[in-house]
């Protein structure tokens, strides 16, 4: 019998999760797996919540289990496999039925995916999902893309198993063809900036301030109880007060310092390349990971260049850890400044209309970077939606001007200790290069149109294509 609300398929971590999800905020769930085995699990696993569960062996059971219009999420591992499965289940649906991918897609593959689809009738929804395995199964953040309509079709399953803020759902329809998918993107790239600017602080409190991983961690519980709560900087707390159980040593000290990267930081970065968007913080952060895997030779580096620099005196060590505090935010809101210019540029050039209060708000609860910040964010594009960037926004502009002068200071005493802080020192660079209304730019032009003859504006005249008195050769 066809009494199903919604169709899953792909049962390992996350779908598992967003099925028992679905099946809490009780809605009926026909489930499928590639490999049956995932699915009997499942269902052996749920307890009373199988009641609303319906295994299926096969695609056609699962198109048969559900109630037209037809809602059908796929949860598997993305690239090829998608298109696989979409090309699988196309002729078992019929026009009206949703095809909701809410994997980790690139949303170049999404717009096309929702082009290929459009002529048959099915709507085609690129669906982020952020909050991991906790997420999917308590409340994630959702950002939801494709059409409008498919939207309102699949919103009640949506709100209902998202993650709430002051009684908010954190879902929201990001915009048409690859909007949701997009904006996870960008999520994804600032998470790996808000992160490594965390562990650029840590650095700096280990080796200039001499702190103990215990004592980072009282540092850090604090800050969470202020400007910087959210939380990354919570679970950074827990992370560096946590022991390990074999040898009894700080769990960081013995977890090798190579990062891991699936890409979707990566892309964030490539989408911002591409829309001629400065996004220093989020490039430093995919770098650094880059650079944390040659392992090996900065091993053999070091040797080279071992650190023989008088590293400067610290006096006042609270007043120092004090200042890190607002450095980090200082560097946050550049991180995100960036973020949000990638999305308003990206939104325009193709016409999304990208909601970016909302985003803000969809990104406060479930999801990996959710913060207290984001509701400043918020309520800067509630008051102006067309934000130039977020460094010139009044409520942005005060903490800026009170924390700029400590991410300065925290540069310096990296540079001058030798540390490498990536992406806070970019911080810097970005707003130090957003605030300064003559630029050297003017050098660069004159370079340009010496050895390309490439054309330049004047200062004194109107129009472009002026060209300097160079001698050749
Ligand atoms: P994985 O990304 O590890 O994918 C495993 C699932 O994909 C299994 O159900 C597997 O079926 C299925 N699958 C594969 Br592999 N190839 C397939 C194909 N050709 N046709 C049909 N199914 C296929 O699972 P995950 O970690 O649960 O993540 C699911 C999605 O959610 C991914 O896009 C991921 O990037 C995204 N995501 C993950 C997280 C996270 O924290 N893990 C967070 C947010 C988003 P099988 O059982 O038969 O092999």
Redesign the pocket.
Known sequence: MADADIGLI??????RNLVLNMADNGYRVAIY???YA?TTSLLNDAGPLADRLIGCESLDQLAAAIRPPRPVAL????GE?VD??VAALRPLLSGGDIIMD???ANYHDTVRRFAELQPTGLVYMGTG??G??EGARYGPAIMAGGTREGYGRVEDILTSISAKYEGESCAGFMGTDGAGHFVKTIHNGIEYADMQMIAEIYMIMRHALGLSPAEMGDIFERWNKGPLESYLIEITGKILKTADPDTGKPMVDVILDRAGQKGTGRWAAIEALDLGIPATTLEGAVAARALSAFKDQRLAAEKLYPLDLDRPEINDRDAAIAGLERALLAGKICAYAQGFAIMAASSERAGWNLPLNQVARVWRAGCIIRSRFLNVISAAYDANPDVTNLLVEPGFVAMMSDSQKDLRSVVSLAAESGLPIPSLSSALAYFDAYRTGRLPADLIQAQRDFFGAHGFERTDRDGGGFHGPWAMG
């Open positions: 792909g049962l390992a971590v996350m779908g797996n590639r490999t995932r949860m598997i591992k993305a496999a696989q499965q809410c994997g980790n999902v952020s991991g395995e």
